[in-house]
């Protein structure tokens, strides 16, 4: 079954174009790279983001969070205001969507 992390945090102000491109730059090759994930979403307000991967199953979900996040974390610090909130969930239904469609 799929699983997926929702990770949600606020931007200190003024640092939103500099979180955007260290993550752009620094933690999307570090996912892209890991057993077992499959996509990333991402969510944003001016201050606050919204993070949602989704990995194969808990155990590479696992691995990653115990291994490469705290190496992540460390490289989004001097952006991100306080400490991020983790969230995990079973994926128990998705529909993947190869284009959007005008109304």
């Given at each position: ?13 003024g ?66 205001e ?7 969930y ?14």
């Open positions: 079954m799929q699983y997926a992390r929702n990770v949600h945090f606020k931007v200190k102000s640092k939103e174009r500099e979180f955007t491109a260290l993550f752009e730059s620094e933690v999307m090759p570090l996912l892209r790279k890991q057993p077992g994930f499959r996509e990333s979403f991402t969510l944003s307000t001016p201050h606050y983001v919204l993070g949602i991967n989704i990995w194969e199953d808990q155990k590479s979900a696992d691995r990653f969070y115990s291994t490469i996040y705290p190496t992540m974390l460390a490289k989004l610090n001097t952006v991100l306080g400490t991020p909130k983790v969230d995990t079973d994926v128990t239904s998705s529909r993947h969507f190869t284009s959007v469609r005008a109304w």
